[in-house]
């Protein structure tokens, strides 16, 4: 027992050597303070774990200068911790206070040995040492042991003070200056609506747990966003129009069905991201990110309704399944209306992910009188009030170049079946190219450029309501989004219409929109 206690005293000694970094050359620290300031606050946040032996340290070498005082730490007495990803960062620079939580629990594990033992008791002088050195530190955990108590008596008021203790309240307010900056004529009339207009979006959310797992979400919304008209096309569309006083709109329960499995009951207002991931950067729901409905999300997820079911299985790290039935008209109980018998979409998604910086989505969505959003007039018809079904197929898929550089894009196929009147098929293809530049300027900001062709029909059956379209419109959209605070962004930003309904005759068009978004 004698030998063990002096063997913990010196280590703990030699630690306390190696922690304050005493006996490194000036090199050393400057290099290590260098690598300090280039490790990622996220990471540096993580949480600390338990090790029984230094060899799962990843980052720990036999031939490192503090490695037997690391392994007789780890090893017999438990006094380090390291990185859940099994790194110890040896080279990181550390702080007083982190030293002396460090230095508290050999020192505990010490005091137990001591309190064991049953023969003799270490050495006069180390114990005098170990003394010394709490003596020393003694400041510091006591500054420790006030913030904890402080956290204690803070956390214990936010308890008391706490809008529920189920719920959490959270809102955003959108605001959009927003008009058409060129052009001159659509389908051969003149554009006279070139006004610059405000609007508002103003949403209040809460979002409950009952078990800790579990998500109840209800949120209520006032829009009065109009996107600049131009006459008949939806092409350049802003995704965060709408119309309507406050109402209760979003509203779903999500629940763990497994380990692995989520299922998400949506009542009202569900829509593409509630369902699966659309593996687009810029799809911020409006708020963030793209402008347009089309540079948010590739146009074939528009064909789902908003009142259904979701499940979300994850097979493991790299591989998921997203399956989803949305119908538009659920809560209607006339005929030709309800959860089966009216319009529907109905999606499945493979979502892989081979590395961290790549995500890729394969979707299949089938769909009954659900046309599209946005795109031609050709391309959103429904039909002449026909009956019909579509199958589309999509990929998407984003790239992490680098930490300031995303790649994405995606690819859109959709077939239309008209099963009534006429009868016949429409084939509509969209596709879109996508670069995102996080972090441009300032951490949290985000730059990004779309360009692709929105939805066109490309061919149709001789005799139905709708011909292929003549010509190919192009969408280019650019946007800035500038965070001012935590709790403040602002988006300038462009949409260029080439060839507007996909027909040359018709001028381009530029829309100019400035969007400030105000989080709480």
Same mark, same amino acid.
């Given at each position: 027992?004698?030998?063990?206690?002096?063997?913990?005293?010196?280590?703990?000694?030699?630690?306390?050597?190696?922690?304050?970094? *005493?006996?490194?050359?000036?090199?050393?620290?400057?290099?290590?303070?260098?690598?300090?300031?280039?490790?990622?606050?996220?990471?540096?946040?993580?949480?600390?774990?338990?090790?029984?032996?230094?060899?799962?340290?990843?980052?720990?070498?036999?031939?490192?200068?503090?490695?037997?005082?690391?392994?007789?730490?780890?090893? &017999?007495?438990? *006094?380090?911790?390291?990185?859940?990803?099994?790194?110890?960062?040896?080279?990181?620079?550390?702080?007083?206070?982190?030293?002396?939580?460090?230095?508290?629990? *050999? %020192?505990?594990?010490?005091?137990?040995?001591?309190?064991?033992?049953?023969?003799?008791?270490?050495?006069?002088?180390?114990?005098?040492?170990?003394? =010394?050195?709490?003596?020393?530190?003694?400041?510091?955990?006591?500054?420790? +042991?006030?913030?904890?108590?402080?956290?204690?008596?803070?956390? #214990?008021?936010?308890?008391?003070?706490?809008?529920?203790?189920?719920?959490?309240?959270?809102?955003?307010?959108?605001?959009?200056?927003?008009?058409?900056?060129?052009?001159? $004529?659509?389908?051969?009339?003149?554009?006279?609506? =070139?006004?610059?207009?405000?609007?508002? +979006?103003?949403?209040?959310?809460?979002?409950?747990?009952?078990?800790? =797992?579990?998500?109840?979400?209800? &949120?209520?919304?006032?829009?009065?966003?109009?996107?600049?008209?131009?006459?008949?096309?939806?092409?350049? !569309?802003?995704?965060?129009?709408?119309?309507?006083?406050?109402?209760?709109?979003?509203?779903?329960?999500?629940?763990?069905?497994?380990?692995?499995?989520?299922?998400?009951? @949506?009542?009202?207002?569900?829509?593409?991201?509630?369902?699966?991931?659309?593996?687009?950067?810029?799809?911020?729901?409006?708020?963030?990110?793209?402008?347009?409905?089309?540079?948010?999300?590739?146009?074939?997820?528009?064909?789902?309704?908003?009142?259904?079911?979701?499940?979300?299985?994850?097979f493991n790290k790299k591989l998921g399944?997203?399956?989803?039935?949305?119908?538009?008209? #659920?809560?209607?109980?006339?005929?030709?209306?309800?959860?089966?018998?009216? =319009?529907?979409?109905?999606?499945?998604?493979?979502?892989?992910?081979?590395?961290? +910086?790549?995500?890729?989505?394969?979707?299949?969505?089938?769909?009954?009188? $659900?046309?599209?959003?946005?795109?031609?007039?050709?391309?959103?018809?429904?039909?002449?009030?026909?009956?019909?079904?579509?199958?589309?197929?999509?990929?998407?898929?984003?790239?992490?170049?680098?930490?300031?550089?995303? %790649?994405?894009?995606?690819?859109?196929?959709?077939?239309s079946q008209v099963l009534t009147g006429?009868?016949?098929?429409?084939? @509509?293809?969209?596709?879109?190219?996508?670069?995102?530049?996080?972090?441009?300027?300032?951490?949290?900001?985000?730059?990004?450029?779309?360009?692709?062709?929105?939805?066109?029909?490309?061919?149709?059956?001789?005799?139905?309501?709708?011909?292929?379209?003549?010509?190919?419109?192009?969408?280019?959209?650019?946007?800035?989004?500038?965070?001012?605070?935590?709790?403040?962004?602002?988006?300038?930003?462009?949409?260029?219409?080439?060839?507007? !309904?996909?027909?040359?005759?018709?001028?381009?068009?530029?829309?100019?929109?400035?969007?400030?978004?105000?989080?709480?």
């Amino acid at each position: 027992m004698l030998k063990s206690l002096k063997i913990a005293s010196s280590s703990i000694l030699f630690s306390a050597i190696v922690l304050m970094n *005493c006996g490194v050359s000036a090199e050393e620290l400057s290099q290590q303070n260098v690598e300090s300031k280039n490790t990622n606050d996220s990471t540096q946040e993580e949480s600390v774990s338990q090790v029984t032996s230094v060899s799962q340290l990843s980052d720990v070498q036999p031939n490192d200068w503090a490695f037997q005082a690391l392994q007789s730490l780890v090893e &017999r007495y438990g *006094c380090i911790a390291g990185y859940p990803n099994g790194i110890f960062r040896g080279n990181r620079a550390l702080s007083r206070y982190e030293f002396a939580a460090g230095l508290n629990t *050999c %020192l505990d594990r010490v005091n137990e040995l001591i309190a064991t033992a049953t023969g003799d008791l270490p050495k006069k002088e180390d114990v005098a040492t170990i003394q =010394k050195l709490y003596e020393e530190f003694s400041a510091e955990l006591a500054t420790l +042991r006030g913030r904890v108590d402080a956290l204690e008596v803070r956390t #214990a008021e936010l308890e008391a003070s706490q809008f529920s203790n189920t719920t959490k309240l959270q809102g955003q307010v959108v605001t959009v200056v927003s008009g058409i900056l060129s052009s001159d $004529q659509v389908d051969g009339a003149s554009i006279t609506d =070139k006004n610059t207009t405000l609007g508002a +979006r103003a949403r209040v959310e809460l979002v409950s747990s009952f078990t800790g =797992k579990d998500t109840l979400f209800t &949120r209520i919304q006032s829009n009065n966003i109009s996107s600049p008209g131009f006459l008949s096309t939806t092409e350049g !569309n802003l995704f965060f129009q709408g119309s309507g006083n406050a109402i209760l709109d979003a509203l779903w329960y999500n629940f763990p069905l497994s380990k692995n499995t989520q299922v998400k009951l @949506i009542a009202n207002a569900g829509a593409a991201d509630d369902v699966t991931s659309t593996v687009n950067l810029f799809d911020g729901d409006g708020a963030f990110g793209a402008l347009s409905t089309f540079g948010t999300r590739n146009p074939i997820y528009g064909q789902l309704g908003d009142k259904g079911i979701a499940i979300n299985h994850q097979f493991n790290k790299k591989l998921g399944l997203s399956l989803g039935y949305l119908a538009g008209t #659920a809560n209607d109980p006339q005929p030709g209306n309800g959860l089966f018998d009216g =319009k529907y979409g109905a999606l499945a998604q493979l979502n892989l992910k081979p590395s961290d +910086r790549i995500s890729v989505g394969l979707t299949y969505i089938n769909s009954y009188n $659900q046309p599209l959003l946005t795109g031609s007039n050709n391309a959103t018809t429904s039909f002449a009030g026909e009956a019909f079904s579509s199958n589309s197929y999509g990929v998407q898929t984003s790239i992490g170049i680098s930490d300031q550089l995303v %790649l994405g894009g995606w690819a859109g196929y959709t077939n239309s079946q008209v099963l009534t009147g006429t009868k016949g098929d429409v084939d @509509i293809w969209n596709y879109a190219v996508t670069l995102g530049f996080p972090d441009l300027g300032k951490k949290g900001n985000l730059a990004g450029v779309i360009l692709g062709m929105e939805p066109k029909v490309t061919s149709a059956t001789v005799g139905l309501p709708v011909t292929a379209d003549p010509n190919t419109s192009y969408h280019i959209e650019a946007f800035y989004q500038y965070k001012v605070s935590d709790n403040i962004t602002i988006t300038p930003g462009l949409v260029w219409l080439t060839a507007p !309904n996909h027909d040359n005759n018709n001028d381009d068009i530029v829309i100019g929109a400035l969007r400030t978004t105000f989080s709480f």
